[in-house]
């Protein structure tokens, strides 16, 4: 059984550019969330995704949007990149239903 | 609006002795509690769980506590061990919404 995986794990981008930051959910995993932690913080949560429609969305801006794919992995896209966006992206999967969600490493995005 | 409060920003306890990582919530729709625990340059890794129905949950070493009338948490780790280093992070959530609402994290020493 595969966990969750992220790529890229780093990324230095410039303000006003847009990233996408991708996700492997845990195999038999059928949504996906995505979380962002600052630095000292806990992560927040941005968005989830359950078989391919969104399912509830956190205080983030339309700038920051999200795809989820039939094999059930999930992309995170941000547009006109901010130095306030410079975080730690995490993606985290779970079986519909369940309470506990599993998270990947991370991306670590840095906003120059 | 903080929902989930670690009060606590560090914790030092010597190896063998009890660790309590404290948590408190505001929102009483939360039905559902959770403990990670995060090493540097990884994502959060679940540790135990309980939900509102309980009081208790064990785990090994790990006891997670629930007062819903005082809406706090605790999580107790005997014996503590030099590995269980690391920052702790409380987390909640409600049915309906499914996202997971974090506490800023407790960061845990224990030393040998």
Redesign the interface.
């Known amino acids: 059984e595969t966990g ?1 995986t ?1 790529s890229p794990t780093h990324l230095i981008k410039t303000r006003g550019q847009q990233v996408t930051l991708r996700c492997s959910s845990q195999s038999g995993h059928n ?1 996906v ?1 995505w ?1 962002q932690q600052a630095l ?6 941005i968005f ?1 995704y359950y078989r391919e429609e969104e ?2 969305r ?1 205080n983030f801006p339309p700038r920051f949007s999200g795809l989820q794919f039939p094999n059930y992995s999930s992309e995170l896209n941000v547009n006109a990149l901010e130095l306030d966006d410079s975080a730690l992206y ?1 993606c ?1 999967s779970q079986q519909g239903g369940e ?8 991306t670590r995005l840095s906003v120059l | 609006d903080q929902q989930v409060k670690q009060n606590s920003p560090s914790l030092s306890v010597q190896e063998g002795r009890i660790s309590i990582l404290n948590c408190d919530y505001t929102n009483s729709m939360f039905d559902y509690f959770l403990w990670y625990k995060k090493y540097p340059a990884e994502g959060p890794t679940f540790l135990i769980s309980i939900s509102s129905i309980k009081d208790k949950n064990e785990d090994g070493r790990f006891t997670v506590f629930l007062n819903k009338s005082a809406k706090h948490l605790s999580l107790h780790i005997v014996p503590s061990q030099p590995g269980d280093s690391a920052v702790y992070f409380c987390a909640a959530s409600a049915k309906v919404t499914g996202k997971l609402i974090f506490g800023q994290g407790t960061t845990l020493q224990v030393k040998p």
Do not use: H, R
């Not at chain 1, 000292?40 to 949560?45: D, K, T």
């Not at chain 1, 309470?99 to 991370?106: D, H, R």
């Open positions: 969750v992220q949504t969330s979380y000292g913080q806990g992560p927040q949560f989830q399912n509830g956190g995490l985290a309470n506990i969600q599993y998270f990947g490493a991370g």
